[in-house]
């Protein structure tokens, strides 16, 4: 059974960075994709970035582009997503996905079947 364990939420303050990271259980794919996405109150779950498992490309939403970036550890099966210059705009819950396979639309959440319980990130401006 997949398991998706996030952590490293938390409340900080405008220009400030957040390392959130995602543990992951219960993978028997030859190779996966990873994303994050978030969730503000009252909008869709959005794309941030996901990264392919095996060669460890990464894409971002251009939101992010710049500020964040997603990077892996594949004997802890753990994927990270580092937050730098944060803004209000960011504060959100944060959910880790993964698929199995080296996905092409990476960006939309029907391509992903296991997610995480989701972490909170509080921006105060």
């Known amino acids: 059974q997949v398991q998706l364990v996030e952590a490293g939420g938390g409340l900080v303050q405008a220009g400030g960075s957040l390392r959130l990271s995602c543990a992951a259980s219960?993978?028997?794919?030859?190779?996966?994709?990873m994303g994050w996405f978030r969730q503000a109150p009252g909008k869709e779950r959005e794309f941030v970035a996901a990264?392919?498992?095996?060669?460890?490309?990464?894409f971002y939403a251009d939101s992010v582009k710049g500020r964040f970036t997603i990077n892996r550890d594949i004997a802890q099966n753990t994927v990270y997503l580092q937050m730098n210059s944060l803004k209000s705009e960011d504060t959100a819950v944060y959910y880790c996905a993964v698929r199995s396979g080296s996905l092409v639309t990476v960006d939309r959440t029907f391509s992903y079947d296991y997610w995480g319980q989701g972490t909170q990130v509080t921006v105060s401006s």
């Open positions: 990264i392919r498992w095996t060669r460890g490309t990464t």
């Open positions: 219960g993978l028997t794919f030859s190779t996966f994709t």
